[in-house]
Nanobody, 125 residues
Framework: QVQLVESGGGLVQAGGSLRLSCAAS????????MAWFRQAPGKERECVAA????????YYADSVKGRITISRDNAKRTVYLEMNSLKPDDTAVYYC??????????????????WGQGTQVTVSS
């Protein structure tokens, strides 16, 4: 499995930007589709964005399209989530997740086997 550590969360005003990073350890990182999920208090965990292991395919939730960009650097074993025009509704704990090696890109959390500890993002109005 891949071990994941997120960073970059924090408090930001509405309209601001944040860049989350997820550093991975393990030799299979470049073979794993990756995703960012988030969970707000009282809500179910949802997939915000996902990226294939090559980086050629991406998925975005409708609620974040045009505001958030997922990317990866396989040489650095890192996946990023660039978030712009943040809204109070974006407030949540954000989790990085890795799928099993060579699995297709997915937004279904059941298909991800490794998870980070989460990083808090708070957007004030």
């Amino acid at each position: 499995q891949v071990q994941l550590v997120e960073s970059g969360g924090g408090l930001v005003q509405a309209g601001g930007s944040l860049r989350l990073s997820c550093a991975a350890s393990g030799r299979t990182f470049s073979s794993c589709a990756m995703a960012w999920f988030r969970q707000a208090p009282g809500k179910e965990r949802e997939c915000v964005a996902a990226i294939s292991f090559s980086g050629g395919n991406t998925y975005y939730a409708d609620s974040v399209k045009g505001r958030i960009t997922i990317s990866r650097d396989n040489a650095k074993r890192t996946v990023y989530l660039e978030m712009n025009s943040l809204k109070p509704d974006d407030t949540a704990v954000y989790y990085c997740a890795a799928a099993r090696p060579y699995w297709s890109i997915s937004s279904d959390q059941a298909e991800f086997e490794s998870w980070g500890q989460g990083t808090q993002v708070t957007v004030s109005s």
